[in-house]
């Protein structure tokens, strides 16, 4: 259940829909888990063990329903078993049961700033323990398998040291990646995010849905790495969830996916290519999309479970391990350092890495999602001002709540629908209105600098090929960046910098659009910024520096584009 509440300033709202919602998700939220551990997993491979991730407002929510009765009254204790087999751990001592690290409110964290990361995951490593009774692991399993390396910073500093990550990205990265076309459902790799060094053992997995072809010698663990725009890289461990094998599996488990068949392809390719590293194995995880679709029937925990482990129990060439085994047998090699590109998983339309499903309509004079983006901005830096203010009493906790659940990624996901539409507008209102007063005080001796939206580039491969006609197509040459940019005190100047394959650095002065055109009567809402760079620009990497009427300055993180 991503969504938080389907009224994002009333925690008790409710309807009959949540409570057949709830009410079919009996097993999924109590005794499936518990259960695949019991029954199977359980005394029977000693390093075995299963990932799970829970937002803090599905918790909230179940016990909710355990304290009022709602969804017919079947949750009732519900966390028990889950907690009982919480305790229980593999042969090197950690989880069998690895509460994942995750965001509160299942926020999209590439596109919302630093500290809101920071505190999401603070905030559902609380809740975690609370009702599990073990501390959310330092392993981050992102929302919508969303990620861009220029949040490696912020989950360091929210004590997370691995993050899981779709394989697709690491693949694409590669120089000399086999690109599928249309079959693929994305765009080609712009060519300043294939950083990667040349692989040869490329391959077509046959049997399951894969459009296109994966490097079996690049499932494991490695050190994903950025550099922010003063220079400084930062790493952290990244696990690749399988993209084309893990959604086979989401669909039902063992029969959906044939794991000897298929993943005997990979086994033999890596045998063929000679590229087995014994002190870093193979490993990769089957992800499945939660309580939906396959992964909410008892039999893929139960029957499903048990097959594997059968397999693994008579099949020397596979192991199921946890991932805090693996990197605790197999140590990441600290050198093995690589450019992942951004993006999510196939679910999300392919997971594209313009996070396309969350900027639908962006190329239109209106978009319900840009809007969304430019209230939640302002929202943003409204919260932000108060916290460094000093205040920390019962209104800031009131409205950074309700700005956490206003960057609920669903309120994106679920365009062109009113109800999800409207729903940033109407938190950021209501903070507003509690809000006002207090920003009108703290404006006098304001110190929090802009807050600026993550830059988005249209065309995504200027002077490359795009989408048009359903094909692919030449794409415009001029290479437009947008973002959005506000501050309490008003804006002074926004600029786009950037450095070209020579290192020079040069800058640019983004042009101000005005506020954005909010049409779901929003009490705040930040101003649009454009720039536009000519065809042949280059390789280059870009930040942008928005300055406030008291000098504060903020830079936006880190991108690359190749302009053709």
């Known amino acids: 259940m991503h969504q938080p509440y389907y009224d994002a300033v ?32 359980h005394g029977g491979l000693s390093h075995a063990g299963l990932s799970t991730s829970w937002s803090g407002s599905l918790i909230e929510q179940l016990h909710r329903c355990a304290d009022t009765g709602r969804a017919n009254g079947v ?10 087999v919480a305790q229980q751990t593999t042969a090197f001592n950690n989880p069998r049961v690895n509460f ?69 990205h690491h693949f694409r990265a590669c120089q000399d990646y086999p690109y599928a076309g249309m ?9 300043s995010d294939q950083l990667n060094s040349p692989v040869d053992d490329w391959l077509q997995v046959n049997n399951v849905w894969a459009p296109s072809q994966i490097s079996p010698q690049l499932l494991k663990p490695c050190m994903l790495t950025y550099t922010d725009h003063q220079g400084e890289t930062h790493d952290i461990i990244g696990v690749p969830a399988e993209r084309y094998l893990g959604n086979e599996d989401a669909r039902g488990g063992y029969g959906a996916l044939q794991y000897e068949q298929v993943m005997g392809q990979l086994y033999d390719q890596i045998v063929k290519t000679n590229t087995y590293d014994p002190k870093h194995p193979p490993f990769f995880i089957l992800h499945s999309d939660g309580d939906n679709h396959g992964g909410g029937a ?20 596979f192991q199921l391990i946890s991932i805090q085994d693996y990197l605790q047998q197999f140590p990441v090699d600290p050198n093995n350092k690589v450019h992942v590109e951004a993006g999510s998983w196939a679910g999300a339309d392919n997971g594209d890495p313009q996070f396309t499903k969350w900027f639908s309509m962006a190329e239109q004079d209106y978009s ?7 209230v939640l901005t302002a929202l943003q830096n409204v919260v932000h001002s108060i916290e460094d203010a000093g205040e920390n009493g019962e209104l800031y906790q009131t409205l950074r709540r309700l700005l956490y659940t206003a960057e609920t990624s669903c309120y994106w996901y679920w365009t062109g ?42 065309p995504a491969n200027p002077g490359g090929q795009t989408w048009g006609n359903h094909c692919l197509t030449a794409a415009p040459e001029e290479a437009t960046f947008r973002t959005f940019v506000y501050d309490i005190v008003g804006v002074k100047s926004v600029v786009l910098h950037y450095f070209a394959e020579d290192k020079k650095a040069q800058s ?32 280059i990497r870009y930040f942008v520096e928005a300055v406030d009427a008291k000098g504060n300055t903020a830079h936006s993180p880190m991108g690359q584009v190749f302009i053709h």
């Not at 983004?510 to 280059?538: C, F, H, R, W």
């Open 508 to 539: 640019v002065e983004m042009e101000d659009l005005g506020v954005y055109p909010s049409q779901t009567q929003a009490s705040i809402v930040a101003n649009q910024y454009m720039a536009i760079l000519p065809k042949g620009t280059g390789n």
């Open 183 to 191: 079959n693929e459902g994305m765009l080609p790799p712009n060519p």
């Open 298 to 317: 008892e039999s893929y925990y139960t029957s499903n479970t048990g097959r594997l482990v059968e397999m693994c129990q008579n099949d020397p060439r």
């Open 100 to 168: 994942t690290a995750f965001g509160y409110f299942h926020p999209l964290m590439p596109l919302i700033p630093e500290r809101d990361v920071i505190g999401q995951i603070e905030w559902h490593r609380k809740i975690v323990q609370e009702t599990f009774g073990i501390p959310a692991s330092d392993v981050l399993f992102p929302p919508e398998t969303a990620f861009q390396a220029h949040m490696i910073p912020a989950l360091k500093k929210a004590g997370v040291n691995v993050v899981i990550y779709d394989s697709i």
């Open 75 to 84: 949750f009732q204790n519900w966390q028990q078993s889950l907690y009982d």
């Open 10 to 41: 009333d925690v008790d709202y409710w309807d009959g829909e949540k409570d057949d919602i709830f009410s079919q998700r009996q097993g999924a939220y109590t005794r499936y888990i518990p259960e695949a551990v019991w029954q199977y997993i």
């Open 417 to 458: 629908q009113a109800v999800w539409d409207g729903q940033v507008t109407q938190a950021a209102n209501q903070a507003w209105s509690l809000a006002e007063d207090w920003v009108q005080k703290i404006a006098k001796w304001d110190k929090t600098a802009p807050t600026i939206f993550m830059p988005w580039v249209r």
């Open 368 to 374: 319900p999602d840009l809007n969304s983006w430019s």
